[in-house]
């Protein structure tokens, strides 16, 4: 079945830095890859996702990239703010076969002031 | 438009004792998604349900574990004679029957087994 790798699993940076967290991940049948943001307490929020027909999709601070040879994917977090401080989580999926998300271990992700 | 609905958020457990948790998805969603978290690791599924059927439970337990999603109502989580290895935070996930993805999570059902 499918496996999810993350790394790093905690990274600090300086607030205003970039954040850089990658993956990769198994079954060359994945086709759908999320973001999801946990804070404590909470259940994971989507932040950004990103089909297999695409290399690349921004949402302002928020960048995703895809590459489908290595099987890598990575998220991108520009110009970093304390908010953003809470634990990452990549995870790919097969959509329209089974769909269920299979997610990494997550990165504890601290801004710095 | 209400979120993702999960209760209680809280449940604590005596080894041997049941534990029904519920999900109400959100408005217009007929898929919802069982996970199961450990502290300090990911989310790792268990079930996937349609209203009155179960379409993938690769991920349950064999034994002690079920699900349902009836026409009416919540979809259930049961953990029969539960054990301190089921302590965990669960989640439940929903989304629409035109598109399964992304999925919208709920808040949790954090389950503590004394």
């Known amino acids: 079945g499918e496996n999810v790798e993350q790394h790093p699993s905690t990274l600090s940076v300086q607030e205003g830095d970039s954040a850089v967290i990658k993956c990769t991940y198994s079954d060359s049948a994945s086709n759908y890859f999320p973001w999801y943001k946990q804070e404590l307490g909470k259940g994971p929020q989507l932040i950004i996702d990103?089909?297999?027909?695409?290399g690349e999709k921004k949402d302002q601070r928020i960048a995703v990239t895809l590459n489908k040879t290595a099987k890598h994917f990575s998220l991108h977090i520009t110009e970093t703010q304390p908010e953003d401080s809470a634990v990452y989580f990549c995870a790919a999926s097969i959509r329209g076969r089974d769909d269920k998300i299979i997610f990494g271990k997550g990165t504890r992700l601290h801004i710095l002031p | 438009n209400a979120g993702v609905m999960q209760n209680p958020r809280h449940l604590v457990r005596r080894r041997g004792q049941e534990a029904r948790l519920r999900c109400s998805p959100m408005?217009?969603?007929?898929?919802v998604y069982w996970y199961r978290q450990l502290p300090e690791e990911g989310l790792k599924f268990m079930v996937y349900l349609q209203k009155e059927n179960i379409i993938d439970e690769s991920g349950m337990p064999k034994e002690r574990f079920s699900a349902e999603f009836p026409k009416e109502g919540p979809s259930i989580l049961r953990i029969q004679q539960v054990v301190r290895g089921d302590s965990a935070a669960y989640f439940c996930a929903s989304s629409p029957i035109q598109d399964p993805q992304p999925q919208h999570f709920g808040d949790g059902t954090r389950l503590s087994i004394l």
């Open positions: 990103i089909r297999s027909n695409v």
């Open positions: 408005k217009g969603h007929s898929h």
